[in-house]
């Protein structure tokens, strides 16, 4: 059974930078497809970004560019780096990986 714990948001101003991390237990993490989901107020939860296992990554369009996700399989870790941050990025941000959900980690983008 998988368990994640992400770590990294925070409060940053309009135009900054923040990397989730996303540290994983238990399971076959290496054969996992992985994805960070965010969820603001008031709104569904919606998949940012998506890792297959040995693929490339797909993001939604908002984060195209801005957004790169990544993974390193030996210490089974998954990060988001967020570059260009913007007011609506603010959100609750999740990984899910191998059927399992983290708890969480706020980012909030603010002047």
């Known amino acids: 059974q998988v368990q994640l714990v992400e770590s990294g948001g925070g409060l940053v101003q309009p135009g900054g930078s923040l990397r989730l991390s996303c540290a994983a237990t238990?399971?076959?993490?290496?054969?996992?497809?992985v994805g960070w989901y965010r969820q603001a107020p008031g709104k569904q939860r919606e998949l940012v970004a998506a890792l297959m296992s040995g693929g490339s990554g797909n993001y939604v369009d908002s984060v195209k560019g801005r957004f790169t996700i990544s993974r390193r399989n030996a210490k089974k870790m998954v990060y988001l780096q967020m570059n260009s941050l913007k007011p609506e990025d603010t959100a609750v941000y999740y990984c899910?990986?191998?059927?399992?959900w983290g708890q969480g980690t706020q980012v909030t983008v603010s002047p």
């Open positions: 238990g399971g076959m993490f290496s054969i996992y497809d």
């Open positions: 899910f990986i191998g059927g399992a």
